[in-house]
């Protein structure tokens, strides 16, 4: 456990919501989620994943559309 | 009101044991228990689950045959119109709302809701909402007809119907905000200790994002309501192309809404089946995790997705494609969840009781809908599809066949504790087997005439769709029929039967199942302590 | 919680209000709905105006047996081919009584009658004027392009008749 605790917890919030978007998380990881995340950096998180997600596709429909 | 003097005096939070209210009537009028307003808000869906299925069945005597034979056109507009509001805003909706009320306090070990009298509240906006919105069939007129989506220029131009429908949506939207406001601070603040966040049963979990979700876009659809109410009355043009406004700004505010209504009504659906499935299969339920990571995910990008519901208003190439993309990839997290349901059941011992075989049917049928939402999310084939019978076919594959049977399923799973008597199961399965044949009879058909180029919303059509249409109607008037029998089913099971045990179901687990059936009137004054077994391993 | 939930809703129905000018300014700096701002190069030109051409066109006007005061508001006008004109005539009654009148117009060149296109005339139907009424009325025309080559000049003139038996 305390090894798991050493995770970065900058790291550790992205991956969670990284994985929240595929709609995948280990069991285990997600206890450590819960143990570790501060909600509000999750839900921070969340937002900002949101909005570079919505950046990434607006890319890739640039690079569709100008071929 | 209902509280005796004694407990107005010491505050809420102080709760007399033997609390005895007012009888008869008045204990349902100033009822501040969630058990009671759950009832409440049960049988008033079901109210207006029938009313809005006599419209439906209307809808396809009317189109049993082309031509002109039972309703004129005008009134068939209504009919689309209100079956529609109707559905979404006084069945679907409150119906959820009323599993949250009973179910959610027994879930997470509260007492009961936070805020009991707001709890009242909100149900007692909805009676009020109903009969501004039914009666504005009998003004000068008539009801709106303007479509459910109401969009402008049409619901500018409308009658006094109009003028009702917006203000009743206004009522009902106001009851929504406050039964998730209430719903929230339940979940986030009255959990049994020991019931961790990520220990919740699921359905508690669906349905916290659908109420961060109710707070987020009820107040927008109130907002481009009140929009068109002030370019009806009061000058503005918002939605006058004429004035400066643009009839295209309002489809972009009410599919803002409206799309993640959509999520709104269905992922308490995914909430109720997630109960079920485990309990039938004997097996906790699989990826838990993920089941919750990937409704978060569901609800944030279903902000991002809203006009896919436009694509023929001329948007620009770009747009098209990054609404199609982000579309699609909603699709993802929604499949986690079925693959979850479907490894959940492998190699479980599973019985087919009726709640069962309602999920079981959600799984299925909710999927063909899924499939079919995906071919309408390709814009340049939605744009043949638009507003043809295939979009009818795909919305009522996920709403009737997804929301609809999550919630016959969730009440077969759920009666037993609400009455303290088991249902008839024999009639129960007969319940199932007749809704799934009848709506695909209904629904399957409506796919075809869609493809043909049958368009929606219009009383007559082309000789060639009639073969499909009698099938269709004739499905519809047993499905309807059918829901008589589920009527029954409740009744006999409320007159009476086999006492249900505390436990109800063999593979059953949740605090809910501790206490005795039928849950009595007050529950979890003592917090319970919630020991963690099952969802995770 | 109960606070800031309830701000929240009302945050909303704001943000729902805000949509209305961010929806406008993103129409605007993507250019997809630019009402107010005109673009001459999108606009589609009319490319059936002959410039090398002009036509003037003389207008007349006349009444008979009729108390009516009836002129152009201008005497001639210089088109092209092809260009939309419109010009106005100025109608009085001088009478204290209703009278209602019909315009026949007629052409010189007689063959300038062909390729006089009118889209808008008040000699389409009857006038009734008011006692001492006073009317500006239009003439809305386009000369098409296969008017002959020779044909500079063209006299529109109009005659007022008296519709009898009407007011």
């Given at each position: ?67 | ?76 507009n209504q009919?689309t119109t209100m079956?529609g509001l109707?559905?979404v805003f ?46 504005s069939?009998?003004?000068?007129g008539?009801a709106t007809a303007a479509g459910w989506t109401l969009y402008a220029p049409l619901s500018v131009q409308m009658g006094m119907g109009m003028d009702m429908a917006i203000f009743a949506i206004h009522?009902?939207g ?43 876009v009820m107040p927008v659809l109130a907002g481009a309501v009140t929009m068109v109410l002030t370019d009806r009355h009061f000058g503005t043009t918002f939605f006058n192309a004429a004035g400066g406004g643009d009839p295209v700004l309002y489809q972009h505010v009410f599919w803002f809404f409206g799309h993640p209504e ?44 809203w006009a896919h519901h436009m694509f023929t208003t001329g948007m620009p190439?770009?747009t098209?494609?990054?609404f ?62 638009q507003d ?69 919303r ?80 | ?11 909303m129905f704001g943000f729902g209000f805000a949509l209305v000018p961010f929806y406008e300014k993103i129409c605007e700096v993507t250019g997809l709905r630019n009402l107010l701002v ?130």
């Amino acid at each position: 456990m305390m090894t798991n605790k050493q995770r970065n917890g900058f790291i550790a919030t992205v991956l969670a919501v990284l994985w929240s978007f595929a709609g995948i998380r280990k069991g285990r990881d997600y206890q450590l989620d819960a143990e570790q995340l501060n909600p509000k950096h999750v839900i921070i998180a969340g937002i900002i994943g949101g909005i570079l997600f919505v950046f990434t596709i607006l890319a890739v429909v640039n690079i569709v559309v100008s071929q | 009101m209902s509280a005796v003097p004694h407990d107005v005096a010491h505050g809420h939070d102080h709760h007399d044991d033997h609390h005895h209210g007012p009888t008869g009537l008045m204990r349902w009028i100033t009822a501040t228990n969630h058990k009671d307003i759950g009832t409440m808000y049960l049988i008033f869906s079901f109210i207006m689950f029938l009313s809005g299925g006599v419209m439906a069945l209307t809808l396809r005597a009317e189109l049993f045959q082309p031509g002109l034979q039972v309703v004129q056109p005008e009134f068939f507009n209504q009919l689309t119109t209100m079956h529609g509001l109707v559905m979404v805003f006084g069945a679907i909706m409150p119906a959820f709302v009323g599993f949250a009320n009973w179910m959610l306090p027994l879930m997470v070990g509260a007492p009961d809701m936070a805020f009991a009298r707001m709890n009242n509240w909100s149900f007692w906006l909805l009676p009020p909402a109903a009969i501004l919105l039914i009666g504005s069939f009998f003004v000068p007129g008539g009801a709106t007809a303007a479509g459910w989506t109401l969009y402008a220029p049409l619901s500018v131009q409308m009658g006094m119907g109009m003028d009702m429908a917006i203000f009743a949506i206004h009522i009902m939207g106001a009851s929504s905000i406050m039964g998730a406001i209430n719903i929230v601070v339940t979940i986030l603040n009255m959990r049994a200790p020991g019931m961790t966040l990520m220990k919740m049963p699921l359905f508690c979990w669906t349905w916290l994002i659908t109420a961060y979700l109710l707070i987020a876009v009820m107040p927008v659809l109130a907002g481009a309501v009140t929009m068109v109410l002030t370019d009806r009355h009061f000058g503005t043009t918002f939605f006058n192309a004429a004035g400066g406004g643009d009839p295209v700004l309002y489809q972009h505010v009410f599919w803002f809404f409206g799309h993640p209504e959509v999520y709104i009504m269905i992922l308490p659906a995914f909430g109720i089946v997630s109960q079920i499935i485990p309990t039938f299969a004997r097996k906790p339920l699989f990826g838990y995790a993920s089941m919750v990571y990937a409704t978060a995910s569901i609800a944030i990008l279903s902000f991002v997705v809203w006009a896919h519901h436009m694509f023929t208003t001329g948007m620009p190439a770009k747009t098209q494609i990054f609404f199609m993309y982000a579309t699609m990839l909603i699709a993802v997290p929604t499949g986690v969840k079925v693959f979850n349901w479907i490894a959940t059941m492998w190699r479980g011992s599973m019985t087919f009781e009726t709640p069962m075989l309602f999920s079981v049917g959600f799984i299925f049928v909710f999927t063909l809908g899924g499939f079919t939402g995906l071919m309408l999310s390709i814009a340049p084939v939605d744009i043949q599809y638009q507003d043809t019978y295939f979009v009818v076919a795909h919305f009522h594959y996920v709403l009737v066949a997804g929301s609809l049977f999550a919630l016959f399923a969730g009440t077969y799973y759920w009666l037993p504790k609400w009455t303290g008597y088991m249902y008839d199961e024999k009639l129960g399965k007969r319940h199932f087997w007749l809704s799934m044949i009848f709506f695909n009879v209904t629904f399957f058909p409506m796919h075809f005439l869609g493809l043909a180029g049958m368009q929606r919303r219009v009383p007559d059509y082309n000789p060639m769709f009639a073969d499909f249409n009698e099938l269709a109607t004739v499905g519809a008037f047993g499905f309807g029929l059918t829901q008589l029998l589920f009527a029954y089913v409740i009744i006999k099971c409320i007159r009476g039967g086999e006492k249900a045990t505390a436990q109800v179901w063999e593979g059953a687990e949740g605090l809910e199942w501790t206490v005795p059936s039928p849950a009595p009137h007050h529950t979890f004054e003592v917090p319970p302590v919630f020991e963690a077994k099952g969802h995770h391993h | 919680m109960l606070v800031r939930l309830a701000i929240a809703a009302v945050g909303m129905f704001g943000f729902g209000f805000a949509l209305v000018p961010f929806y406008e300014k993103i129409c605007e700096v993507t250019g997809l709905r630019n009402l107010l701002v005109s673009n001459a190069s999108d606009n589609a030109e009319n490319t059936q105006v002959d410039t090398t051409r002009n036509i003037v066109v003389e207008m007349d006007a006349n009444t008979h047996s009729l108390a009516w005061r009836f002129k152009p508001l201008q005497s001639n006008v210089t088109v092209h081919p092809g260009q939309l004109v419109r010009v106005d005539y100025e109608i009085e009654n001088t009478l204290d009584r209703a009278v209602t009148g019909q315009a026949i117009p007629s052409y010189g060149p007689k063959v300038a009658e062909r390729h006089f296109r009118k889209l808008e005339c008040f000699c389409f139907t009857q006038q009734t004027l008011g006692p001492k009424e006073k009317r500006i009325m239009p003439v809305v025309f386009v000369i098409d392009g296969t008017a002959p080559v020779d044909m500079n000049e063209i006299t529109l003139s109009y005659t007022f008749f008296e519709v009898a038996g009407k007011g």
